[in-house]
Nanobody, 122 residues
């Protein structure tokens, strides 16, 4: 139905930057909010940032001022610019999309990417 493909993860030293991308494809009528989550080893998955279709954003307190979420609606793509990275940012990062699925009767569903590893060394 709908696939999300993430890219941009990797390894970086503390203080460095990475940019994650997540492109949605498939039977998409429209996309409401798009989110970035992360899950560190032994911890629960946490919401990092979210952006609505209108461009309103929200961030976890731990990343405010360092991370920026943005999206390109024409490309069904969401980005996460991560600056001033810290070792505690190390996690698998997942994108999620709240999609209105193209169908005879459109319906809403949530889809997830496969995750991309971000490792920050001190």
């Amino acid at each position: 139905q709908v696939q999300l493909e993430e890219s941009g993860g990797g390894s970086v030293q503390a203080g460095g930057s990475l940019r994650l991308s997540c492109a949605a494809s498939g039977r998409i009528r429209s996309i409401d909010a798009m989110d970035w989550y992360r899950q560190a080893p032994g911890k629960q998955r946490e919401l990092v940032a979210t952006i609505t279709s209108g461009g309103n954003t929200n961030y976890a307190d731990s990343v405010k001022g360092r991370f920026t979420i943005s999206r390109d609606n024409a490309k069904n793509t969401v980005y996460l610019q991560m600056n001033s990275l810290k070792p505690e940012d190390t996690a698998v990062y997942f994108c999620a999309a709240h999609v209105v699925v193209l169908a005879l009767i459109p319906y809403k569903a949530d889809f997830w990417g496969q995750g991309t590893q971000v490792t920050v060394s001190s």
